[in-house]
């Protein structure tokens, strides 16, 4: 019975360890196509997100050409189409240009292999990107929800 749990643990544990695949960014369209504000924004998000995986690996070809997509992402949220109204202020473009010097700032780092200061940029990114999200929606009211479903005895 013990080595039956010894190994169930020890396949869980190695399960666990896996790393994830995360889902492939698709590449931009034609620069004279215009993307939604928001799903430019969800872009940035999902390249941090790979940078993450790229630097911890010390994928240096991954993690320059995700810092690649990130200064084309930041250069074309200043032309997207639906900008939020909580994004619609004079910081915006402030907010862009912190983007974009924060993937300078990476690929700089990852030309150079240089995991300090590419972890200090992928925050700086994670940063830029957070303070560009859409602002998201409460919740509906209550009284407005379906009321709850009666439990079974």
């Known amino acids: 019975m013990k080595r039956l749990v010894a190994t169930a643990a020890l396949v869980v544990a190695l399960v666990g360890c896996q790393t994830v695949d995360r889902a492939p960014v698709e590449p931009l369209p034609p620069p004279g196509q ?5 799903d430019l924004v969800q872009r940035a998000w999902m390249l941090a997100r790979g940078a993450d995986d790229a630097l911890y690996v010390d994928n240096w070809t991954k993690l320059t050409v995700l810092a690649v997509d990130l200064q084309d992402t930041a250069k ?3 032309t997207a189409t639906e900008v939020p109204a909580n994004q619609k202020d004079e910081a915006l473009k402030l907010r862009i240009d912190a983007l974009g010097k924060a993937a300078d700032q990476l690929m700089a780092a990852a030309k150079e292999h240089q995991v300090k200061e590419a972890t200090v940029a992928i925050r700086d990114v994670h940063n830029a990107v957070y ?5 998201v929606e409460p919740m509906r009211d209550a009284k407005e929800m379906p009321p709850p479903m009666p439990m079974r005895n």
């Open 34 to 38: 215009k993307l939604a504000f928001s």
């Open 76 to 78: 074309r949220l200043s």
């Open 131 to 135: 303070a560009l999200k859409p602002k």
